[in-house]
């Protein structure tokens, strides 16, 4: 398959419920060079509790961009957490020669603020 083209929209959440970004909100992604050829690359967001996480599923290559993907980790079942606004965050490293970008699809689920 030629990704070079370019991107495949990937629907997460038809086939499976569990792969939906629905709980969260306001994701954001920073970066920051480890040294000249690796970025660190720190994807966050703010669930709806503190026993959700968040996992990258995929990164994909197309020209100078790399578009992440990622999904919830639900929380445990019969376990109680309090009902507060929570960060997770997740890490993952680049070659400092791709753009890490979101999928389009993602475009409901984004901070504008940071």
């Avoid at 000249?36 to 959700?52: D, F, H, L, S």
Wanted: aromatic letters at 10%; hydrophobic letters at 40%.
């Amino acid at each position: 398959m030629d990704r070079s083209k370019r991107f495949l929209p990937i629907n997460h959440g038809s086939e499976n419920p569990s792969l939906t970004l629905s709980p969260l909100r306001r994701l954001s992604m920073t970066v920051q060079p480890v040294n000249q050829e690796i970025n660190r690359v720190i994807i966050q967001a703010a669930a709806p509790n503190p026993g959700y996480g968040i996992r990258v599923t995929g990164i994909y290559f197309s020209g100078d961009k790399a578009l992440i993907f990622v999904i919830p980790l639900r929380p445990a079942p019969n376990t109680m957490y309090p009902q507060v606004i929570s960060a997770v965050q997740t890490t993952t490293y680049l070659d400092s020669s791709f753009t890490p970008v979101f999928p389009p699809e993602y475009e409901n689920f984004l901070s504008h603020f940071i």
